[in-house]
């Protein structure tokens, strides 16, 4: 019942076991009402056992007595860490050559400290030569004499895998001498000549024995909170070549021309609001069959549509295109993004959905914004929604090839749409600064992106190309400065309204964040002011008509993403930001 990163060991453990997929059904066997009651109030499965036990296997021989069962695996409830490929590996051994001469199969691991072997509180193990075991001791074994020999210790894992049979076999024979002493219960089938088989596994898990492990295991647990991507530094590629300056996308025809490959065709993805802008298009000087494809930003990117278009693409040209040039906001250059992905990669984009997924290189892709905010420009991401969730495709081969930044190419956005891109950007600053999993790095750019915001969304003496440029360099510096921490609150919440009522990005973090003074103060304080300033009205009361399987999809939606509540509340975040707590929230807006 000791507590590991905000709930019980035995919580965590059970929690673990489950969420290998490798069972039918996990238990916890106890003689303890209190933890019973633990598992069963969190919607566990657990039993009482009835009769005192000298240890957990006889406990657990009386649970499945009854239960129509074939192999019952035993995970020792101070094994949080269990992972799902010891456990595989302890199953698999009922698959081998061998497997009707084993009565029970257990786990070992590799040990090379010395300390650690002679700790009596590690149980060393030594097998023949098919991995049977030989003997378990907390003595180190083999005794070393001589120093030089090549002998590798063992340490046994606390995991055992039984047929039915010869589990409910054991529980009937009473225990011996050897066993009494060591305190080492799979002594007993040893001394009863049974056949242990043991399996390597090498992944590195604490046991939780003594006080002292259970600090070591809260600071492990914190370790691993950091670790959302692929470590646990990120590494991350950056856009290789930015240009960025009034009128510089005049340059875009002699960037592309050493991109060109014969015969293939670049294609533009650009947002449909340029649709009759004659001028843009004809400094896009389209060559060959180059190809433009129209695309609204009316509605968030879909991974159907990303499928669509790659489907088109593939469909007309038999070559690989030599590039997709995506021009527009967030959305088209997530979609130029997720595009250029699944041309090179199988099945649907919504396969993708998630961290470092992608196998193959996207095509070369170049982006150009048209309205500045969202980061999506620099992002390792690529948003999109799936019939399943709403999520990016987040990988080493996301990032654009090329960037090209024109903030003349920002004119003449409509000045609501202008507000809500750019408070993404604020937004982004906002939570970045005020999370949990701010680093230098971050921070120097969400610094900068937030001092650029204030200036443009504040200050009377910016003329319009200044402010252009500068909310270009925020919405880059605001993206690098989440890419190395998260967002946060407005982010998560706004992912809901996103799935459910399909509110766009910049306006949902707009309606959220106007009510989470709670929680950033300062940042809603200097939003409302921006508000106020530039007489913006923020729409209200959208949650009011929603029903309630809606409202629960939308809790559900925003509670998953956990890597934002950890950076915005801490590991204890599940208790501040409970389902009820949410749905007030949602209610407010
Ligand atoms: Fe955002």
């Known amino acids: 019942m000791q507590d590991l990163g905000g709930k019980p060991v035995i919580q965590r453990t059970y929690e673990a076991t489950q969420e290998t997929g490798l069972f039918d059904e996990v238990y916890v066997v106890t003689d303890s009402k209190i933890i019973f009651k633990e598992i069963e109030l969190n919607g566990g499965k657990a039993i009482m056992s009835i009769k005192e036990h000298d240890c957990g296997t006889d406990r657990i021989a009386e649970a499945v007595e009854n239960m129509d069962v074939d192999i019952v695996v035993n995970v020792q409830g101070d094994e949080p860490f269990t992972s799902k490929s010891g456990l595989e590996q302890v199953l698999s051994v009922f698959n081998g050559p061998d497997a009707d001469k084993i009565d029970l199969a257990s786990l070992m691991t590799e040990m090379y400290d010395w300390k650690e072997i002679s700790d009596p509180n590690a149980v060393k193990v030594i097998v023949d030569k098919d991995n049977f075991a030989l003997y378990f001791s907390r003595s180190p074994i083999p005794y070393p004499r001589d120093k030089n020999a090549a002998v590798q210790y063992y340490k046994h894992k606390g995991i055992y895998a039984f047929r039915k049979q010869a589990l409910l076999d054991f529980y009937n024979l009473p225990m011996r001498s050897m066993e009494a002493a060591e305190k080492i219960e799979c002594i007993r089938y040893l001394e009863y000549g049974k056949n242990i088989k043991m399996a390597i596994s090498n992944t590195q898990g604490i046991e939780i ?19 959302t991507v692929n470590n646990k530094y990120r590494n991350f590629p950056m856009v290789p070549k930015v240009i960025f300056g009034r009128g510089s996308f005049d340059q875009l025809t002699s960037i592309l021309a050493p991109k060109r490959k014969d015969k293939a065709p670049f294609i533009y993805l650009v947002d449909d609001v340029f649709k009759n802008d004659e001028d843009l298009i004809n400094r896009m000087n389209l060559r060959f069959n180059d190809k433009l494809i129209f695309v609204s930003a009316e509605e968030e990117p879909k991974t159907q549509q990303v499928d669509t278009i790659v489907k088109n693409i593939k469909g007309e040209f038999t070559y690989s295109p030599s590039g997709i040039i995506g021009i527009g906001g967030g959305s088209i250059l997530d979609l130029s993004k997720a595009v250029a992905i699944m041309l090179t990669n199988k099945g649907s984009a919504s396969e993708y959905q998630g961290w470092d997924l992608v196998k193959n290189k996207a095509i070369y892709h170049v982006g150009i914004p ?45 000045t609501n749409q202008w507000f809500y891109t750019g408070m993404d950007c604020f937004i982004h600053c906002v939570e970045s600064l005020n999370g949990t999993f701010l680093n230098e790095f971050s921070k120097s750019y969400g610094e900068k992106a937030f001092d650029l915001c204030k200036e443009i969304f504040l200050s009377k003496h910016l003329t319009e190309e200044e402010s252009r440029g500068k909310l270009m360099m925020a919405s880059w510096h605001g993206g690098m400065s989440i890419a190395y921490s998260q967002v946060g609150i407005a982010h998560a919440m706004s992912y809901g309204l996103g799935y459910v009522l399909g509110t766009k990005h910049g306006i949902g973090n707009c309606i959220v964040f106007n009510h989470l003074d709670e929680y950033y103060p300062e940042g809603v304080r200097l939003f409302k002011e921006m508000k106020a300033f530039h007489n913006i009205e923020i729409p209200e009361g959208i949650c009011s008509k929603l029903t309630d399987n809606q409202m629960t999809t939308m809790i559900d939606i925003a509670l998953s993403l956990v890597p934002l509540w950890e950076n915005a509340l ?10 009820d707590k949410l749905r007030d929230l949602y209610l407010k807006m």
């Open 570 to 579: 801490g590991d204890d975040w599940e208790r501040i930001m409970t389902r």
């Open 370 to 414: 048209t309205i500045s905010g969202t980061g999506a420009e620099v992002s390792r991401t690529t948003v999109l929604t799936g019939p399943e969730k709403k999520l990016g495709i987040n990988s080493d081969f996301t990032p654009f090839d090329q960037v090209v930044l024109d903030p003349d190419l920002a004119a003449g956005v409509p």
């Open 209 to 227: 024995d003594t006080p002292e492990d259970l600090v070591r295991a809260n600071k492990v647990l914190k370790e691993d909170k950091t670790i």
